[in-house]
């Protein structure tokens, strides 16, 4: 999905046919999970809330938790599909030798803003640790969350530049 | 302000040069940040608001409500759909064309994304008007058009950001689009009857009507009370616009299932699906949070705010300018990342216009208004030469159209959509009303 000029879909392969690999199978089994259990204490705590009068405790922050291991769990899996918008109005019309040094130079871009996010969610993660951070209701530790999001932005850094060999910019 | 204006032409240069437009965004905000305050303060900015990004509740609406798009799409409703309205809207001259119009409409209502609708209602309209010698040109724009529809048809995920970026109450924004989501669509069926007046060798004069199995009646019956548990279930108080997102992604899971026909493998794959979108949004949200942190620092929103209210301009005049850049930035940018950039710059411009009309004088109305001609012109930006996506969708799913022809049968949709502007931006009340009588 996303801005497309001459070279349209070149990226955007109906992945119904796409065949699945360990990172599909690994993360995205992931994903599917936390999709399934984000609306799973969606329902419950709906339903448990009106009809039996006991709401679900702390949803809404193991919501936010899955929320967050979602994004950054799919976060390499968008990257190594290069699903990520990008426009591509004026670079079609570009000569072909600015067009591959350009390719380049936005790869080594995006891998470096993946690598500094990974780098400054690390940093966050120990901060939380050293204090020991905990949600309000169910005092669960944030400093997991954390680490587990600098892991997979770190991932994704590295897949984004993997790009560099696979020839990303037919 | 100098620097902010900067800061955009460098944006816009990276993003034409093919970054990724989440990373030039985190990666101008960063920089930027870091030249005016320090690069310490920056860093600990970047890892704050992606942890926090992350851990917002109110965003969880985005994977499920994308998840319940996918969950439809597979499970076959969207035909049902188009056979109910082509049951409704059969008899008349480009019946076929506007069935798809009004089928778009329901399915991206509930879907929620542009994109989807124009994929999965190409596969199922375009045969059907093709055996009944639609123009191809017509048979694509009315589906490229009707799929643009749902974002301003509740639930709306855009309705939902803009609602976070201006602290406006969701709920309120959701019955604000209903009466002009539906003028969409009327102005889009009034396309149809008029181009084919003017050009009657675009459809037929009249063609049968399709089969209706009874899975077509589940499909529509299904998609029908989805969108009122939805509705009902936020405005009477049973679950919060947030939690709309969860208890939808659930009943799609059970309409999928009831529709028969979809596997388990079909399901993971909607979910993969989703979790990748909804990375690409997240990376999105995170860029242009990090970009407007910068923004706001520089001052751009304030001193735009009070440059033009030192003008003393028409507010009229304001709206119009406003509109005009949505126009222009909608020809190259992405309609998200075009929303997350402008609204915050924009927003606080409407607490300092007076329209002398008595319901834009409270400015949480005026910023529901807004909300709704901002949406209108994503909407047009959709499918507006050159890059408007939704085209762009249909090209790849129909090989054998040529991007020119659909861009031509967008046209009559195209000024639909731009009286129907002009009209909302000339009557507040269209917007409002709903929003009042709750």
């Known amino acids: 999905m996303q801005t497309t000029g001459e070279e349209g879909g070149a990226n955007s392969t109906p ?19 936390l999709l399934l259990g984000l609306t799973g204490v969606t329902v419950v705590d709906v339903v448990g809330r009106y009809w039996f009068d006991t709401p679900l405790s702390g949803a809404f922050e193991i919501t936010q938790m899955m929320l967050c ?102 | 302000m100098t620097e902010s204006l900067i800061a955009f032409a460098i944006l816009l240069g990276l993003i034409f040069a093919k970054v990724p437009i989440a990373f030039a965004m985190a990666l101008v905000g960063a920089v930027g940040f870091a030249l005016l305050r320090g690069w310490g303060a920056s860093w600990s900015m970047i890892g704050s608001v992606a942890f926090e990004t992350g851990l917002s509740y109110s965003l969880s609406v985005v994977p499920l409500f994308i998840l319940m798009g996918n969950l439809l799409t597979i499970s076959g409703v969207s035909h049902g759909l188009y056979a109910a309205a082509n049951r409704l809207l059969g008899g008349s001259r480009g019946g076929l064309a506007m069935a798809s119009v009004l089928a778009c409409g329901g399915f991206s209502a509930v879907c929620g994304s542009s994109l989807a ?62 009466i002009p989501g539906v003028l969409g669509l009327l102005f889009y069926i009034g396309a149809i009857a008029v181009a084919t007046r003017i050009k009657p060798e675009l459809a037929p004069k009249s063609e049968g009507t399709e089969p209706f199995s009874r899975r077509d009646r589940l499909g529509v019956l299904a998609v029908l009370a989805l969108f009122l548990l939805i509705m009902v279930g936020i405005y009477g108080g049973f679950f919060t616009p947030t939690e709309a997102a969860g208890i939808g992604a ?52 304030d001193g735009l705010a009070y440059w033009i209210s030192g003008l003393e301009l028409n507010p009229y005049l304001v709206i119009l300018g406003i509109v005009l850049i949505y126009i222009v930035l909608g020809c190259v940018l992405e309609s998200l990342s075009m929303i997350l950039l402008t609204v915050p710059v924009f927003y606080p411009l409407l607490y300092e216009l007076d329209f002398g009309v008595e319901i834009l004088a409270d400015p949480e109305y005026a910023l529901i208004w807004f909300a709704v001609i901002v949406v209108v012109v994503t909407e047009i930006s959709l499918i507006s030469p050159p890059v408007g996506l939704n085209v762009f969708v249909l090209r790849s799913v129909l090989h054998d159209v040529s991007l020119g022809t659909i861009f031509k049968g967008v046209t009559p949709f195209w000024i639909a959509d731009i009286l129907r502007l002009a009209l909302l931006i000339a009557v507040p009340w269209l917007s409002l009303w709903l929003v009042e009588a709750m």
């Open chain 1, 69 to 170: 291991a979602l994004i950054f769990a799919a976060l390499p899996l968008t990257t190594r599909a290069g699903e990520h918008i990008e426009v591509d109005l004026l670079h079609g019309h570009l000569p072909r030798p600015i067009r591959a040094v350009t390719a380049v130079l936005a790869t080594l871009l995006s891998a470096t803003v993946l690598g500094v996010v990974a780098w400054r969610l690390l940093a966050q993660a120990l901060r939380l640790g050293e204090d020991g951070a905990v949600t309000n209701a169910l005092s669960l530790p944030l400093a997991p969350v954390a680490w587990f999001a600098a892991l997979l932005a770190a991932v994704s850094a590295a897949l984004a530049l993997l790009r560099l060999t696979g020839g990303q910019d037919r």
């Open chain 2, 250 to 301: 659930a009943a799609a899971f059970v309409i999928a299932l009831a529709m028969g026909g979809v596997s388990a493998g079909q399901i993971f794959r909607a979910c993969l699906e989703s979790a990748r979108t909804t990375a690409m949004i997240f990376a999105i949200i995170i860029g242009a949070e990090i970009f407007s942190n910068f923004i706001n620092f520089a001052g751009l929103p």
């Open chain 1, 15 to 33: 992945q119904s046919s796409a065949r699945l690999d360990v990172l599909d199978w690994g993360l995205g089994g992931c994903c599917a999970l």
């Open chain 2, 117 to 178: 609708t124009a994929a999965t209602m190409s596969k199922v309209a375009m045969p059907s008007m093709r055996r009944y010698g639609y123009a191809d040109s017509l048979a694509t724009g009315s589906i490229a058009a009707g799929g643009t529809l749902g974002i301003l048809i509740p639930p709306s995920v855009v309705l939902i950001i803009y609602g976070l970026i201006t602290e406006s109450d969701i709920g309120k924004l959701f019955i604000a689009g209903i």
